[in-house]
DNA sequence: CGATTTAACGAAAACGTTTTCGATATCTAA
DNA sequence: TTAGATATCGAAAACGTTTTCGTTAAATCG
């Protein structure tokens, strides 16, 4: 009933613990015979490693931890499935902990994955986190570190991103492209570099393309959800009527705009274009489709572990080692929600 | 820099290792003074005791295992949050592994699992699955096992799942109820145990309500995804042009099917009602929005964790433990893809 | 044949805890 | 004053591995 231990198989073997371990791992010190008889019995067995034992001995848990804001959205879980296909490669686990946007759970998280002995940890920081305190002491504890699509630029660590503010500007300039005279922007909390950058790329592609930046035609949003989308969307009808184009933060706050003009008889993209950002699965799928930024979650989960990966083996092999960004390409996917045909 | 032992304490402290690990634990024969003098220096030191040496030594990892088909997708990452909001609160640790659909990847995660000695697993079953010896093996070697939705009703373990029998028979009445003639249904594969339930409920209420069940009315699909519900909807008006209805095993399909009625002009709800499955976030945004049946996915997580910890707990107190399976109520939410006013 | 290499194995320490069981030292009661 | 109770501590074993370093016996060499 109990799992099988390397003693019971050294005991109905009539040999000692170090020489079964041995033979298991092909140690040249042991006999062709003995490797054989062990090997044979450890099968019949199902004998498993007792992972923890090894651990205790070998300082290394092949368990990683990941932290997100929020598991059930169409980016992160994609990222997370990138992260899971490529750990599984190289043999290790993933513990995935959730902040739920709030800094207070998110040190908590940590807390609790440092006390794991977790071999290094990926992070994406919650809106909420200004303070990066808990990160320098992560870091100073010499567990590895890599920060991925909401990073903090002052943390001196490994990260993977996209350049949000370039892909803000090819977003926006697509709308000026498409004729568009007066473009709003609904942006996210102050707080992410992510909404931050956003935003600049935005404004940044007014002023170079002969438009005057308006901060009214701003609006700043907080949980990026459907239902704000079509507040704000409300809003922006009430106080703009002018207004011809609209690059909005996130896909899922689109959908919701989209949702409220196409009520509202206002015409996407005749009377108003939108362009969205991340490419959720549902905005190809939308009623006039979404046009938007593609972020490609996937291949950053992949990204993330391997730089994680290769961060953990320097260290282990005491070689120096140095912090890399890696920025992912991202593309503009235009739709039916812009009129550039 | 290397993590602080209770032994660095206890040396700083010019006193046992046992006694500061009682201390910590706060032991009745252990002196107030050093306790507080123990307390004080592991707070400073952030000491926080080698997981992996306390699992060793207690045989409770404090952690368990999730097997999913697929991590990006509505239903199955809001039985993730579930899940580990529920863990969360009993100290437990989750580690996320797919099957991809895949018999032996399941199997060989499963192993892994195992390895890993987690107190219990989480498992909903691939597609493609349709042996349990890994199951049975599982519950042979005395870990604690809970299926939820995708389940075997062959093995012996608790299970939570929704009733997707009666769910398909109300979302097919609800379409005859609707005064549907004629009504198809796209059905999942030949081997998960819903695509079975759902395809029986759905000619349960058409026998039921003096319709005669066509066997050529019900189309097998393989992946379940968006492109398959528009190639089938397009065979569907290809062989039968006098179809008013249609019960789809899942949202995502029926998004696909009614974007292809769209293309071709077919009118929904008024020359074909859908219905769909699962109530993604998605249905309720399309246009038309999607009639479905609501499967609750973030409460079948918690109740799966609440059940696995249960057993958890029974086991360890020795204490005789009974299968349970529970059964999470669905419900039919009424959109505008079906006309019943 | 003696010396030396090689092959095969095992003892023991170590990883960091937890917990049982004794060992003191102090205190109380008679 | 002394027997017993009580308070406080620590030694040591155990959990299941991995790995270093010996040890022995057999094989090889000159």
Redesign the interface.
């Known amino acids: 009933?109990k799992?099988v231990t390397l003693k019971q198989i050294a005991e109905t073997l009539g040999i000692s613990i170090t020489t079964v371990s041995k033979a298991l791992k092909d140690y040249p010190d042991v006999s062709k015979k003995t490797k054989r008889l062990v090997k044979e019995l450890a099968e019949t067995l199902?004998y498993?490693?007792?992972?923890?034992?090894v651990?205790?001995r070998t300082k290394e848990?092949k368990?990683i931890g990941l932290i997100i804001p929020e598991?059930?959205?169409?980016f992160f879980?994609?990222v997370?499935?990138g992260i899971?296909?490529q750990a599984?490669k190289k043999g290790y686990?993933?513990?995935?902990?959730?902040s739920n946007e709030s800094y207070e759970l998110e040190k908590k998280q940590l807390?609790?994955l440092?006390?794991?002995?977790v071999d290094g940890v990926l992070i994406s920081l919650a809106n909420g986190t200004g303070d990066f305190k808990h990160l320098n002491?992560l870091m100073a504890?010499?567990v590895p570190l890599v920060m991925f699509d909401k990073i903090a630029k002052i943390v001196n660590c490994s990260k993977v991103i996209i350049n949000d503010r370039k892909a803000a500007y090819t977003a926006t300039k697509h709308l000026i492209n498409s004729g568009c005279k007066r473009i709003a922007h609904f942006r996210g909390p102050l707080l992410p570099q992510n909404s931050i950058d956003r935003f600049l790329g935005y404004k940044e592609a007014l002023t170079d393309n002969a438009h005057t930046y308006d901060p009214s035609l701003v609006y700043i949003l907080e949980d990026m959800s459907?239902d704000e989308g079509t507040y704000f969307a409300g809003e922006l009808l009430k106080d703009h009527n002018d207004v011809d184009g609209i690059f909005i933060n996130t896909d899922l706050v689109a959908?919701g705009a989209i949702?409220e003009f196409?009520k509202r008889g206002v015409k996407v993209p005749e009377d108003i274009s939108v362009v969205g950002f991340s490419n959720w699965?549902?905005s190809s799928?939308?009623?006039p489709s979404l046009t938007t930024i593609d972020q490609p979650g996937y291949k950053m989960g992949k990204t993330a572990f391997k730089l994680l990966y290769k961060e953990i083996k320097t260290r282990k092999n005491n070689q120096t080692l140095t912090y890399k960004t890696v920025e992912l390409k991202t593309d503009l996917i235009v739709r039916e929600s812009t009129n550039l045909y």
């Open positions: 009933m799992p199902n498993k490693p007792n992972a923890f034992a651990t205790l848990s368990t598991v059930v959205h169409h879980s994609s997370i499935k899971i296909a599984e686990l993933v513990i995935i902990l959730q807390d609790l440092l006390s794991k002995r002491d504890q010499d459907f959908i949702a196409n699965f549902m799928v939308i009623n």
